[in-house]
């Protein structure tokens, strides 16, 4: 298992969740709607609390604009294509071009073993018995093994990275820096935290969901009183 820096969350097997900066405050969300008026305080008060709330619920969102987390992230590939469709926000991924693959992929835990019942659009998801979900782990085991010591057989014969890379399935782990507005983020939320989410990306926005109410409780509270629906 590889280390885990002091400050990150674990989510899944191997992945994390740290904040790795932030420039977020309630605050900073009243200032940039008063500064229409020429004002400004240096200390949250009920009136700028009641206009958080006010903007939340009118959909006034450029204020939220003004307050930015920045987030590294380590997770299965798999899961980071699908984080990347939200684009207003910037990445910054590992590069296997650049550097070489790590032999950590992910393998889910027994009760994260699913199987698909419906139709597309309107699929439900369901436990398998413990004996085809521990199947399905070694399964996926013995393929990544046999897909990374094909990797490891390309770069020795001098195949370049970028080449050998290929043959790496998408339950390899990656790692991203991601810098996101709060306006932005609570989107992100809204959609990955909600039960019809992959469990996977459901699992990191739960985490990255508590670093936001830590920093911004105020915005946080009016944003659920608002169903969760971003400005």
């Given at each position: ?42 200390a949250m008060t009920d009136a700028d609390r009641g206009l958080v709330r ?178």
């Amino acid at each position: 298992m590889p280390e885990l820096p002091d400050d990150a969350h674990r989510v899944l097997d191997l992945g994390f969740v740290r904040l790795d900066g932030v420039m977020a405050s309630d605050l900073s969300v009243a200032n940039s709607a008063r500064v229409s008026f020429g004002r400004r305080t240096d200390a949250m008060t009920d009136a700028d609390r009641g206009l958080v709330r006010f903007l939340m619920r009118h959909r006034h969102g450029t204020p939220f604009e003004h307050n930015a987390f920045r987030f590294h992230i380590r997770t299965p590939i798999f899961v980071a294509r699908e984080w990347f469709r939200h684009r207003i926000g910037s990445f910054n991924e590992f590069s296997m071009r650049y550097a070489e693959a790590t032999d950590d992929f992910y393998v889910p835990a027994p009760e994260a073993v699913r199987t698909q019942v419906g139709k597309p659009g309107a699929y439900s998801f369901e436990t398998v018995s413990p004996e085809l979900a521990e199947a399905t782990r070694e399964t996926l085991a013995s393929a990544y093994a046999s897909a990374y010591s094909t990797y490891r057989e390309l770069l020795d014969r001098g195949v370049a990275r970028e080449v050998a890379r290929v043959v790496l399935p998408v339950g390899a782990y990656t790692e991203f820096y991601w810098t996101v507005n709060a306006r932005a983020l609570m989107n992100f939320l809204s959609l990955r935290s909600h039960e019809a989410a992959q469990f996977e990306i459901r699992t990191y926005a739960e985490t990255i969901e508590q670093m936001f109410e830590q920093h911004m409780p105020v915005t946080y509270e009016a944003w659920v009183e608002n169903d969760r629906i971003a400005p």
